[in-house]
């Protein structure tokens, strides 16, 4: 089965039709989608901010680790939850959309970033948690982070006026 076939089967389900035409329920999940990615980008974007030494200066790295990481999963999970309800109402048009495509393009090089963060600088952290000096490994990371978030949700804005 193609992805366009997917699409096309997708948005025909009873829950994608019923997103589609009912008056509530997709302003109602688009509501829940973005208030979840503003929780998202808030939570990463203070381990960020820290990772940069920009914020939160007086508080070890891992101390603003462990306590953003809960939020930003559950946070996440919701947004995608969401997310993959409003595209199942409108799977064909938005996998069409460059503004979609870009954003999902960016949310994958968000996750390669986490990922190589996670395997190769967080492990690290106990030489470096509370030092003024953060290795450019952790601020790359962390500021790469910002820059694929804010054109995540820039991307994801623009799915709006282009669908």
Not at 38 to 66: H, M, P, Q, T
Not at 85 to 113: C, D, E
Request: glycine content about 4%.
């Amino acid at each position: 089965m193609s992805i366009q076939h997917f699409c096309a089967w997708l948005e025909s389900t009873h829950l994608a039709t019923s997103i589609r035409v009912s008056t509530w329920l997709f302003p109602t999940i688009e509501t829940i989608h973005v208030l979840a990615i503003v929780l998202v980008v808030g939570s990463i974007a203070r381990f960020d901010l820290r990772l940069l030494n920009l914020a939160y200066r007086d508080r070890k790295v891992s101390e603003v680790y462990e306590e953003v990481v809960p939020w930003t999963w559950v946070c996440f999970s919701f947004a995608a939850i969401a997310g993959a309800l409003l595209f199942s109402s409108h799977a064909t048009t938005y996998y069409h959309n460059v503004p979609f495509r870009m954003k999902m393009l960016l949310l994958l090089l968000s996750g390669a970033n986490t990922a190589t963060f996670q395997r190769w600088t967080y492990p690290t952290v106990a030489r470096w948690d509370f030092e003024a000096r953060i290795p450019s490994a952790a601020k790359l990371a962390g500021g790469l982070s910002l820059v694929l978030w804010i054109f995540i949700v820039a991307f994801g804005r623009w799915i709006g006026f282009t669908t």
